[in-house]
């Protein structure tokens, strides 16, 4: 077996070298700047190689420090997970960091048939439109908008982002909203977004002119569907989150072209919690549910971008 040097030092080195900066990693391992400078000194010894180079107050990682730093970080996580998995609450419990509109709307809607078909299994969601972070939290999985792939995630595609206007049947028929030109003269939600000019280009509208004011622009979709069932606008959103209220009659699309900027929705998780049963069964139930919809969108949007 291979002899490994202190693991103190090897975790100074870690810290280290994912801050770049020996006081703060002082602050994250409660030690002292000497004391951090210390141990990488006994790993640099024992190696024989020099693992930063300093210069005027300050470090970075020399050549070899960058070689070692990513495998090194990788071993603490897995290890992390390892005892993690350990305690009862976590190995039981599956954590969903979601998209706020996505999580708010068609995942809440379903998440409940994933607890009726494992019963063992406790979920926990939070919604918000940041990138989580799984190094610091204890998110298992995440539902991420943009490209894949991602640098030590594994990422399920799940369809392609779409939008296309959509209002309360009202405003449809007060302002008389026949041709797709026609919005160009109505209230839109965040008139200014790119993403109006590229549903116009979609719909075949080719001359779009800026818009006289500002308008409202909310933080998702969620927001914008509280604002357009009140009467006011019509917002570009997602047809396959808001099926209920259109098929209800609360809404409606008034046209049948889709925008589509260019991004996906993604399952995402660690490569190195692959096979973790939570989290296939998960992934697992996700996709069949999608497939249920797959009938309610053009082909197209079901096939993983290029």
Same mark, same amino acid.
């Given at each position: ?14 810290? @280290? ?9 002082? $602050? =994250?391992?409660?030690?002292?700047? @000497? ?8 790993? =640099? ?17 020399? =050549? ?6 990513? +495998? ?11 005892? !993690? !998995?350990?305690?009862?609450? =976590? ?17 809440? @809607? ?11 299994? +406790? ?12 190094? +610091? ?40 909203? #026949? ?21 116009? !280009?979609? +719909? ?43 098929? !209800?009659? *609360? ?28 989290? $296939?069964?998960?992934? $697992? ?10 009938? *309610?969108?053009? #082909? ?7």
């Amino acid at each position: 077996m291979i002899k490994l040097p202190p693991l103190a030092a090897i975790r100074a080195f870690e810290v @280290a070298g994912r801050l770049q900066n020996f006081s703060r990693a002082a $602050e =994250e391992l409660g030690m002292t700047q @000497a004391a951090v400078s210390y141990q990488v000194r006994q790993l =640099e010894d024992r190696i024989g190689r020099a693992l930063f180079v300093r210069e005027k107050g300050r470090v970075r990682l020399s =050549e070899t420090g960058r070689r070692l730093l990513p +495998a090194i970080s990788n071993a603490f996580a897995t290890m992390g997970d390892a005892f !993690a !998995a350990l305690g009862s609450d =976590e190995a039981d419990v599956l954590t969903i960091d979601a998209m706020t509109t996505f999580g708010g709307t068609w995942l809440s @809607a379903r998440i409940g048939g994933f607890q009726l078909a494992y019963p063992d299994l +406790a979920v926990r969601m939070s919604m918000n439109n940041e990138l989580v972070d799984f190094d +610091a939290t204890n998110v298992d999985v995440a539902v991420r908008v943009g490209r894949a792939p991602w640098p030590g995630l594994r990422a399920d595609f799940l369809y392609r982002s779409h939008v296309t206007p959509i209002c309360a049947p009202g405003f449809l028929t007060t302002n008389r909203i #026949e041709r797709p030109a026609d919005l160009l003269r109505v209230d839109r939600l965040a008139p200014n977004d790119p993403w109006w000019a590229g549903w116009f !280009a979609a +719909a075949g509208v080719d001359a779009v002119p800026p818009p006289q004011r500002r308008g409202i622009e909310l933080d998702s979709q969620l927001q914008e569907a509280s604002a357009v069932q009140g009467g006011y606008g019509i917002a570009l959103m997602t047809p396959l989150l808001w099926r209920a209220e259109l098929d !209800a009659g *609360r809404l409606v699309q008034p046209f049948g072209a889709l925008y589509q900027p260019g991004t996906a929705h993604y399952l995402v998780n660690r490569e190195n919690r692959v096979g973790v049963r939570k989290i $296939e069964r998960f992934r $697992e139930w996700l996709h069949a549910e999608l497939d249920k919809d797959r009938h *309610r969108l053009p #082909e197209a949007l079901w096939q993983p971008l290029p």
